[in-house]
Structure formats: structure tokens, C-alpha cells
């Protein structure tokens, strides 16, 4: 079972070399892209958490698969492979994000629609939330063909759901009371 508690100990620190770096953007598109990457490949998470393969045959992969990686993300990655932790990544990653936002007090906000935004919904959304939250928002957007109109908003941890199949779900409920 992974525990966010050992996956914030290691966002914190790699947060806190990427700030003393003054490379956090950076480091944060490097440990998405790298999370990423390894969730397309079809086995290469099997490959990283299985435990009779060597941790130095791990981290030789890693260095080969991902040669542009940075010092800090690279060391991290070494670190979780040798303390057997290599199925935390994208967990730790989740981490990150949170640690960053914390930091810079940006709120975290997950907008799920049926097309994309367009600019000036996404400047509408962005606005209005930066107002209500009073602080600065980071969207992360992502577009999921089964709803039919709508959106669906996560907010630190509450979830707005304003999508059809929301509508229409409730009236379901309602009709068959």
C-alpha cells in the first residue's frame, strides 16, 4: 500500500532542490513528462516495481530511457529505486503539484469538460475562481467525451459537477421517488 505521507517526504525535498535550482517549472515538466512516459509504456511500471530484477539494472534502464533528465529528478528517481520505492513516481508527482501550490499559494483546480475550453472561457473560469478563492488558480484541464454538455470542477477536494449527466441523473433520482 503507498502512503502519501513517504510521498511528500520525497516532493518536499525534490521541491526544495528545484527552489534552491530555481528550476521548479522545470523539474515539474520533467517529473510529468517521466510519470507520463512510463504509465504509456506498456510495462515498463511492471518492470520498475518487479522485485527480482536488480536495482542497478533499474536504474541503468531509467538512465538510457530518459538521458535528458535533470541531476535533481534523476537522483530522486536513483533514490526510490534504491530504498525499493519505484512504484511511488506518480504519486509523488500528485505530491509535487500539491507541495508547489501550497508554496505559492495557487489553488489546484481540475476542470473536466466535453470539448475543450476555449481562451476566453478558460480567462472567464480562471477570473472568477482567482475571485472567489482569493488566490491565484492553475487549471489543469482535461476533456472526456462521455459527457454530453457541461463541466465538472474539482476545488481543494470538493467537487462542483455542472455536467448534463449530472442534471440528468438527478431528475432520474427524482422521478423515481
Known sequence: MKSREIASRYATALYDVAVEQESVPAVEGELRDLVEEIAQVEDFQRFLTHPLISRETKIDLVQKAFPEISPAVGNMVGLLIRNRREGYLDLIYDEFLEVRAAAENTAR??????????????????????????????????????????????????????????????????LER
Open 109 to 174: 483546480i481540475r476542470v473536466v469538460t466535453a470539448t475543450a475550453l476555449t481562451n476566453e472561457d478558460r480567462k472567464a473560469l480562471k477570473d472568477r475562481l482567482q475571485q472567489a478563492l482569493g488566490k491565484s488558480v492553475s487549471l489543469e484541464e482535461r476533456v472526456e467525451e462521455g459527457l454530453l454538455a457541461g463541466a465538472r470542477i474539482e476545488v481543494e477536494g470538493r467537487t462542483i459537477d455542472v455536467s448534463l449527466r449530472a442534471k440528468l441523473s438527478e431528475l432520474r433520482s427524482s
